[in-house]
């Protein structure tokens, strides 16, 4: 992921429009194409996307807040998801968000100071049958325990080279 800092958020937003056709049915394309290089879509970028498509930065800031892959703040290098659906719940959710926050040091919402990981809420992730459940990036866990949920971060911590 590039580094914001600097950007002129004009000429990247236009170019990308350019790519996406610059109707207002390209805002996701180019939200995601903005998530995918900058890892966030800042509030600046979210400005000259509703300039570029026509359309309001109140519109373009609901959609980001919308979908839970599109964010506009910088996350962790791992952006842990913990179901907290009727599923999960039951099958002691709780114990494994208090696992990941106590073995990451930060609550729900947050990134550690690092930048290595951020914890977050997800709804329904489809493994109703499996629960609990969480997603790390794109890799889905399942049938988790506190003990389990722990190995998990740690072999991310060893991945990320922090181990």
């Known amino acids: 992921m590039k580094a914001t800092a600097g950007v002129d958020w004009c000429e990247v937003v236009d170019a990308l429009a350019e790519k996406h056709d610059r109707k207002p049915h390209a805002l996701m394309g180019i939200l995601q194409d903005l998530q995918m290089e900058y890892g966030h879509v800042c509030p600046d970028a979210q400005i000259e996307v509703a300039l570029a498509l026509g359309i309001s930065p109140t519109h373009v800031s609901d959609v980001i807040s919308f979908y839970h892959f ?4 910088p996350k962790g290098q791992y952006v842990v998801w913990l179901c907290q659906t009727i599923s999960c719940d039951m099958a002691d959710k709780d114990q494994i968000a208090k696992a990941l926050s106590d073995e990451l040091g930060i609550s729900f919402g947050e990134t550690t100071g690092d930048g290595l990981f951020t914890l977050e809420y997800t709804n329904c992730m489809g493994m109703c049958d499996q629960a609990p459940a969480m997603l ?3 890799e889905v866990h399942v049938s988790l325990t506190p003990d389990s949920a722990r190995e998990i971060i740690a072999g991310y911590r060893r991945e990320g080279g922090l181990g």
């Open 70 to 73: 599109l964010c506009s703040e």
């Open 136 to 138: 790390v990036n794109d």
